[in-house]
Every structure is written in C-alpha cells, then in structure tokens.
C-alpha cells in the first residue's frame, strides 16, 4: 500500500487530482471539463459542504464517490478503498439531488429493500425501518404508494434510506431543496443529529444559509475548479475586516471627492450608506466631522459566507453555469 | 432475503403492481372463445387445434410481455433517474442487472405456469390428453423468453425503450427465419447472399430450435436429447447477451 493511500484509510473521503470530462453532442465531438484537478479531504465526524453555482462540478464529485459517474483522471477514495468495491458502499448513505424512487412501491417498502440490500433482515431491519421513517417525519404516509407522495415526502423517504444502514458517511446532495420551512428545519436537526452520532456529512448545496450553520469545512468550486477550502470561519475571517457607516449632511459626491476607497457607497434619502475597510475608517470620520458632516453610525460590517462565494465567482471570471467547453 | 433476491422479487412486484396479470385474465377468455368456436367447427381434430390455438396465444402474449418488460427495465431506471439509488447501494452492477433480469423472468415464469394450468383445466374439462409435447413446448417457450428478454436488457443498457423494443421484436422475426434465411442463401448462386446470409444465420439465435409448438400440436414426442440441446443454445445465448449487457452497464456513467 503507497504512503499516500495508507494515509487515506482512515478518511472517509480522499480525492487526489479528480477530473471528469462529459463528451457531449450528437457525434460526442465535444468535451465538457465538470471536474479539473480537484483535491479534497474529508476527517472522520466532519460535516463537509459543497459549495458552488449551478454546474460547479458538485454532483459529479458526489457521484463518482457514490460509484455513478467514472472519473477521466485522478483518485477518488472511501475510506481508502475504491468506490466501485460493494463493501465501501456498506458504509455509505446516499441521499441524491431531486430524488426519484420506485413509485410502485409504498414509503415504508422502499426503505425495507433498501435495508435488504444493506444486508439487513427480519425484526432489526423491521425496528430500523420504523425508526427512521419516524425520524425524517414520514411514520403516518408510509404505507401510501410514492406515487401519491408530494416532492417533500419523496425527499424525506429518501433521506430515510439513506439514514437506514445506520452509515458511517451521509453524503447529501441538495438535502433541503423541495421541503417547507418545517422539512429544512427538520432536515438540518437530522443532520445535527447524525454529526453528534460522529458521522461524517458531505452535502452540496447552493443554500448559504444551511452552509453557514451546518458545516465545519466548505470547499467552493467554480467552474469545475476548487476556488477556496477551509473551515468556515477560517474563511470568513481571513477577509480584512470592513466598517459600515451611515453619514448625514454630506452629499454623495462630496464623500466620494474625500479620496476613500469605499468598498460600497449609497445615497439613502438624506444620509449616506458607506462601507471602507477598517484601517481607513478613522481618517473617513475625521474628514466627515471636519467637512460638518455628521455620523449616526459606525459598526463592523459583517463578511458572509455569501461575500466570499460571491468573490469566488468574480475571481473566477463570473463563470456562474456549466465547465469549461471545448 | 439477500440483496439479490430483494431486488428480483422487487422486479416481480413491481410488474405485479403494473398489472400485467391483466394477461392472464385476457388468456382465459381468449382460450374460452377459441374453445367455444373450436367444438363448433371441428370434427375429429379438437385436440389439436386447441393444443395449437392455446399455446400460440400463450406464446404472442408472453413474447410481447417479454419484449416490454425488458426493453424498459434498465433504460426506463436510468431516464427516471431511480438508477442513481439502486447503483449507490452496495450491490455490484452486474448483480443489479442480473437481479433485475431474474425478477422479469420470475413474472414470466409466474404467468407461464398460471396460463398453462388454464390450459389444463380446458383439456381436461373437454377430455383432451395432457401430452409430453406440450410440456416440452412450454419449456421451450419459457427458454425463448429468456433469450429475448436477455436480449431486451443488453439494448435498455444503452437505447432507448422504443429503440430496445423495435430491435428486440426485429430479433424475434429474425429468429425465427434464420434457418429460412440460411437456406436461402444455400439455394442462391450470388456469392454476398451466400455470405450474408450464413453471417446472419449464426450471429442471430435461432429461435425455432426452441420452438416445440407444432410437435406437440401433432403429439410428436420430443426427446430428452432434443430438450437438453434446447436449453444449452438458449442459456449459451442468454448468457452471451448478459454478459454483454453486464459490460455495458458497468461502463456507464449515469448523470
């Protein structure tokens, strides 16, 4: 075993230099790059996030981890091993974007032969069942056919096969799209539930918010290409602190003839809306007092998660749908 | 109950579900009305004409079921998108695709047997004779129905469901001429005939060598020599087609 996967076997998710390239059009003359040298790791009990716009390459790094997509070039391992292996997969519940299940069947029978194909039987596999279909809210609509089924209880019938196996890896992939307010709320307890029980999450999504109060680590991909990596307030404080003040008596382009650099600049009725970074916000309310300006309010002006996505994308070109065409 | 098993019962409900047990139901009356008619218009050949009659229909309803089923399993599962949850499970793809073959040829089978106990019941009630010939027939069937559903999987890896039906219904024509079609490039004196017919006659199963319809009409008896040789062609074509379909499958990326 090389040093590097010997170093991987402990990690539930180890990806070393992913590339997948799509050959598409009618005679498949063409090559879409979804994926481009991607390096990512993922420690046991971390919950991931998959950050990125539409066509970012975050399904196709989730499925050729789930063994659904084939990888053009480089390494994509779970707990150390091949996706491709049955037994790797054991270990893994996999909850996909816009779920699609076999209709025919009632909620609580799709989550049974999931637990079958697990290798799960008789009474435990039938208390496993109950438990999880209780869990993600779906124990009184499980003995409906699917096809009866809304979008919400389609997606919480797939959250309970995957939840079924009681699996060491949840990997998400837009978890809370298609759910009420009431589905998210529950949704990301389920996921706060399952990061106490020490299982390691990896989800996508393009909801910030969820990224925000959910993740340790984030990985943002534009374009097909890891833009930033880091724990989530690694990231959000690495970005040089800005002030936000609200100034009155000056008009716009008095405060812009002052020679500031202002991040962002508004007139607002009769005040103005200014946000500088924090080493010239001394020098900015001097210059306000001294021109008879007046300043109602001085306060940090909080950097997102949404900022730095944003300023992933503008470093990447504005790329914002699909990889790189050729 | 295995993975394996999970999935080919699951298959079975699943055209259970579907309601393809409509079938049957169309044998019966089928078989009723034929009856009816047959004890009208023959004199001493009653035996024959509904041992003929009933595993034709039989054989059109079961062929056109098979063809169905299996040239929608596996491309109806990835155009619905229910593929991504079956594949991520830790069941290898060609155990999936041979599970899900299992499970079509389990409702094949079930109907098979419940459309022959109809046919019993109506031989018996008219006091016709339940021959070996007929038994070998319905094996013979049952092979041919594995053949094309065998078939029917190999394309639903990589067309479309019309496009897997057209060339599985195109098979079944073809299989049964092949022999038809060797001969005639026997008897012609254009060389590329000769040829194209010959390539013809061995790239394709032949599918009248499964064909024991007109010997048990007749109650010519069927040797167990004849029957054994049967079902090694059919499972040797059967499996050539899933080993196929398996590296197909296992190449794909399901986006």
Same mark, same amino acid.
């Given at each position: ?16 230099? !992913?590339?997948? =390239? #799509?050959?598409v ?24 996030g ?5 066509g970012?390459?975050?399904?196709? =790094? ?23 292996r ?15 299940? #076999? ?18 039987s ?5 208390q ?23 979008k ?19 990997? !998400? ?9 009431l589905?998210?709320? %529950? ?27 959910l ?51 508004? %007139? ?39 900022d ?19 | 109950?295995?993975? /394996? ?27 009723l009305?034929? @009856?009816?008619?047959v @004890?009208?218009? @023959?004199?001493? =050949? ?15 309803? !079961? ?5 169905y ?7 109806r ?18 155990? /999936?695709? !041979?599970?899900?073959?299992a499970?079509?040829?389990l ?50 890896t ?12 195109g098979? #079944? ?18 060389e ?9 006659y061995?790239?394709?199963?032949n ?23 049967? =079902? ?8 050539? /087609? ?14």
């Amino acid at each position: 075993m090389s040093a590097a996967t010997s170093s991987a076997v402990s990690l539930p998710v180890s990806i070393r230099g !992913l590339s997948k =390239t #799509y050959r598409v059009g009618f005679f498949l003359n063409k090559q879409v790059k979804a994926l481009q040298g991607l390096d990512l790791e993922i420690a046991p009990g971390q919950v991931y996030g998959l950050l990125g716009p539409n066509g970012a390459g975050k399904s196709t =790094t989730i499925k050729i981890l789930m063994g659904l997509v084939r990888a053009s070039e480089g390494q994509a391992l779970l707990f150390g091993e091949s996706p491709d292996r049955p037994h790797v997969r054991r270990q893994v519940g996999f909850l996909p974007e816009n779920p699609s299940l #076999y209709e025919y069947l009632t909620g609580r029978e799709f989550v049974t032969l999931a637990g079958r194909i697990f290798g799960m039987s008789g009474h435990d596999l039938d208390q496993r069942v109950e438990r999880v279909l209780g869990e993600v809210g779906m124990g009184r609509a499980s003995d409906l056919q699917i096809r009866r089924y809304s979008k919400g209880m389609v997606q919480r019938t797939a959250l309970a096969q995957a939840l079924i196996s009681g699996p060491r890896l949840l990997v !998400l992939d837009e978890p809370t799209s298609g759910l009420d307010p009431l589905g998210r709320r %529950q949704m990301r307890d389920i996921i706060l539930a399952e990061r106490a029980k020490g299982t390691t999450i990896l989800f996508c999504t393009h909801i910030i918010s969820d990224v925000e109060s959910l993740c340790d680590r984030v990985v943002v991909l534009v374009g097909g290409k890891r833009v930033q990596e880091g724990s989530v307030q690694e990231l959000v404080s690495a970005k040089a602190p800005s002030v936000e003040m609200v100034v009155h008596g000056l008009p716009l382009e008095q405060l812009q003839s002052l020679g500031f650099a202002y991040e962002h600049a508004q %007139q607002l009725d009769s005040r103005v809306l200014l946000r500088v970074p924090d080493a010239a916000s001394h020098g900015l309310l001097q210059a306000v007092i001294t021109k008879g300006g007046r300043v109602s309010r001085v306060q940090p002006a909080r950097f997102s998660l949404e900022d730095l996505f944003l300023d992933a994308m503008k470093q990447a070109g504005g790329q914002t749908v699909g990889g790189e065409i050729q | 109950m295995g993975a /394996f098993a999970a999935m080919a019962w699951n298959g079975f409900r699943e055209a259970r579900r579907n309601r393809v047990t409509v079938l049957v139901a169309a044998f019966a009356l089928l078989l009723l009305f034929a @009856t009816t008619l047959v @004890t009208e218009v @023959t004199v001493s =050949t009653f035996d024959r004409v509904v041992t003929d009659f009933g595993l034709g229909v039989m054989s059109l309803l !079961l062929v056109f079921l098979a063809i169905y089923l299996s040239s929608g399993l596996i491309s109806r599962e990835i155009e619905r998108r229910t593929i991504f949850l079956m594949v991520s499970k830790p069941l290898s793809r060609s155990r /999936f695709l !041979l599970a899900r073959l299992a499970g079509n040829m389990l409702t094949l089978g079930v109907l098979l047997v419940a459309m022959t106990l109809l046919f019993w019941v109506e031989l018996v009630l008219h006091r016709a004779p339940i021959t070996q010939p007929q038994m070998a027939a319905l094996w013979g069937l049952y092979l041919e129905l594995f053949v094309l559903t065998s078939a029917g999987f190999l394309l639903s890896t990589f067309a479309s469901q019309l496009v897997s039906a057209l060339v599985t219904t195109g098979l #079944y024509f073809a299989g049964h001429l092949c022999a038809d079609i060797y001969n005639l490039g026997v008897k012609s004196k254009v060389e590329l005939v000769q040829w194209v017919s010959k390539a013809t006659y061995y790239a394709l199963p032949n599918l009248e060598r499964l064909n024991f319809r007109p010997r048990a009409t007749y109650a010519l008896e069927v040797t167990a020599a004849e029957l054994g040789s049967a =079902t090694l062609y059919a499972l040797g074509w059967g499996a050539l /087609f899933c080993v196929l379909a398996a590296l197909v499958f296992e190449r794909r990326d399901f986006r």
